[in-house]
């Protein structure tokens, strides 16, 4: 196979550049790319109520196995109508 010469002005002023440019570029566009993107903020009140409710239907759906004393305790933590969780906290509900 043949070798390839350039010549050094060819390379200096040819090659070199285009590989300045499209490294620059490269760069430029991941710190567009992060700027632009905008992460969205979880709020700890909508964490914790996802966790509330993933208990809650795990207690639903799994409530059989439990002995009826513990799942009545439970049940009244959710749902007692002075102390329960869901009747204490009223929370607007996240417009998505």
Same mark, same amino acid.
């Given at each position: 196979?043949?070798?390839?010469?350039?010549?050094?002005?060819?390379?200096?002023?040819? /090659?070199?550049?285009?590989?300045?440019?499209? /490294?620059?570029?490269?760069?430029?566009? @991941?710190?567009?790319?992060?700027?632009?993107?905008?992460?969205?903020?979880?709020?700890?009140?909508?964490?914790?109520?996802?966790?509330?409710?993933?208990?809650?239907?795990?207690?639903?759906?799994?409530?059989?196995?439990?002995?009826?004393?513990?799942?009545?305790?439970?049940? @009244?933590?959710?749902?007692?109508?002075?102390?329960?969780? /869901?009747?204490?906290?009223?929370?607007?509900?996240?417009?998505?």
């Amino acid at each position: 196979m043949a070798e390839l010469l350039l010549d050094p002005n060819i390379r200096l002023w040819v /090659f070199l550049p285009i590989v300045i440019i499209t /490294f620059l570029v490269g760069i430029v566009r @991941h710190y567009v790319s992060i700027i632009l993107s905008s992460q969205k903020k979880i709020e700890l009140l909508q964490v914790q109520d996802s966790q509330v409710m993933i208990r809650a239907r795990l207690l639903r759906e799994n409530g059989k196995y439990l002995p009826r004393q513990s799942f009545a305790m439970r049940r @009244h933590w959710f749902n007692n109508e002075d102390t329960g969780y /869901f009747k204490v906290q009223k929370r607007v509900a996240a417009s998505q």
